[in-house]
């Protein structure tokens, strides 16, 4: 389980095709953390687990299953790509985003973004979660724990402050960039419990 709070952005040191998926290292920058395998680590909101002990050359490793590289955005990652990290939580751990699972549920589209004023983006997720977004309900976009702060038929908003542009990716956004979301468990989980109960 994560928060959503991002604690490093990593750069891909490499993206390596294999027989069961892919093979992803990524080195950390700056990070304090040195996790160890076996361990979960949110990558851009999308939980995987460390493959191999931390090296000399300090990369982290992970291995992507083709059904993760088809429901995320990990597969579109090269040599270079800024990606969002965090460590899991532990049970005492300060909660201070929201509950995030780490399993992506799409992948959506940045429509716009607003720097002037107020910075905000505009993401269209896959038509079939839109009903997992609430006003003022949470989101989890490429890892990073937000607020939704506007609302349409097909699309969401969300605002960003000062220090989300300067620690995460989403500072980097433009229209047309693809974006793992994983909707709210809660919302997720009373809706299915509704649609249960009807039947």
Known sequence: MFTGLVQAVGKVAELTKTSQGARLRIDPGGWGHIPDPGESISVSGCCLTLAEPVGGDGLLAFDAIPETLRLTILGDLSAGSAVNLEACCTPTSLLGGHIVQGHVDGVGEVVSVVSE???????????????????????????????????????????????????????????????????????????????????
């Open 117 to 199: 004023g107020e910075y905000r983006v505009r993401v269209r997720p896959p038509r079939d979660l839109m009903e997992f977004v609430t006003p003022k309900g949470s989101v989890c976009v490429d890892g990073v724990s937000l607020t939704i702060a506007g609302l349409g038929e097909d699309w969401f908003e969300i605002a960003l402050i000062p220090t989300t542009l300067r620690e995460t990716t989403l500072g980097e956004l433009d229209a047309g960039s693809r974006v793992n979301v994983e909707m709210d468990v809660l919302a997720k989980t009373l809706v299915h419990w509704a649609k249960w109960a009807r039947v």
